[in-house]
């Protein structure tokens, strides 16, 4: 059982950098993948960002170079530090669990677990 807990959303302007977080229970977190996702309004869910135990890690095209997944297995968080945030990365983030990375895990979008969602609101 693994509960996730996402915080550091908010309302920023375009340019800004944000940082959220994803405080994990458990002390098999590193043992789990760990991923973000994101949905807009009357949009689908994408994934944008997921790292494995070993700490590969794996981007959206939309998001490389401005964001970076990290995680700290000793806090049992996961990290999205946002950078150049544009209008276009308005949605609500969650944060996903599974023990697999790759295609029948994290980044097939079928997570064994998933946090509630952040917004992240960018305004120009």
């Known amino acids: 059982q693994v509960q996730l807990v996402e915080s550091g959303g908010g309302l920023v302007q375009t340019g800004d950098s944000l940082r959220l977080s994803c405080a994990a229970s458990?002390?098999?977190?590193?043992?789990?993948?760990m991923g973000w996702y994101r949905q807009a309004p009357g949009k689908q869910r994408e994934l944008v960002a997921a790292?494995?135990?070993?700490?590969?890690?794996n981007y959206s095209d939309s998001v490389k170079g401005r964001f970076t997944i990290s995680r700290d297995n000793a806090k049992n968080t996961v990290y999205l530090q946002m950078n150049s945030l544009k209008l276009e990365d308005t949605a609500v983030y969650y944060c996903?669990?599974?023990?697999?990375?790759?295609?029948?895990?994290?980044?097939?979008?079928?997570?064994?677990?998933w946090g509630q969602g952040t917004q992240v609101t960018v305004s120009s």
């Open positions: 458990g002390r098999t977190f590193s043992t789990y993948a």
């Open positions: 996903a669990a599974d023990p697999f990375f790759g295609r029948t895990g994290i980044l097939d979008g079928r997570a064994h677990y």
């Open positions: 790292i494995s135990k070993g700490g590969s890690t």
